[in-house]
């Protein structure tokens, strides 16, 4: 098992930027696919983009290819999604999750989530 905690998201103007971060703990972080979705109110939960360990890649929706980047720092067990050209259409709540799949984008094949954090951009 493995507990996950987001933080970093706020209030930006469209063309900002901001940096989310994931802290895990309880199990050996390489173990995981990380992944990042994102749900805005009254829309499902989609994906946004994943690294996983197992499979040696990470990806993205083509939503936000080209604009967000997600990296790590193992030594502080941290998945971080760097979210840059940020337009209103990603306001929404984003959400870390760990899974065993690879090459995931699907949130039924992540096993653990963080509460999320909000982020609104404005126009």
């Known amino acids: 098992q493995v507990q996950l905690v987001e933080s970093g998201g706020g209030l930006v103007q469209a063309g900002g930027s901001l940096r989310l971060s994931c802290a895990a703990s309880g199990r050996t972080f390489s173990t995981y696919t990380m992944g990042w979705f994102r749900q805005a109110p009254g829309k499902e939960r989609e994906f946004v983009g994943a690294f996983s360990w197992r499979g040696g890649n990470t990806y993205y929706a083509d939503s936000v290819k080209g604009r967000f980047t997600i990296s790590r720092d193992n030594a502080k067990n941290t998945v971080f999604l760097q979210m840059n050209s940020l337009k209103p259409e990603d306001t929404a709540v984003y959400y870390c999750?760990?899974?065993?799949?690879?090459?995931?984008?699907?949130?039924?094949?992540?096993?653990?989530w963080g509460q999320g954090t909000q982020v609104t951009v404005s126009s």
């Open positions: 999750a760990a899974g065993y799949t690879s090459s995931s984008r699907s949130s039924r094949e992540f096993a653990y």
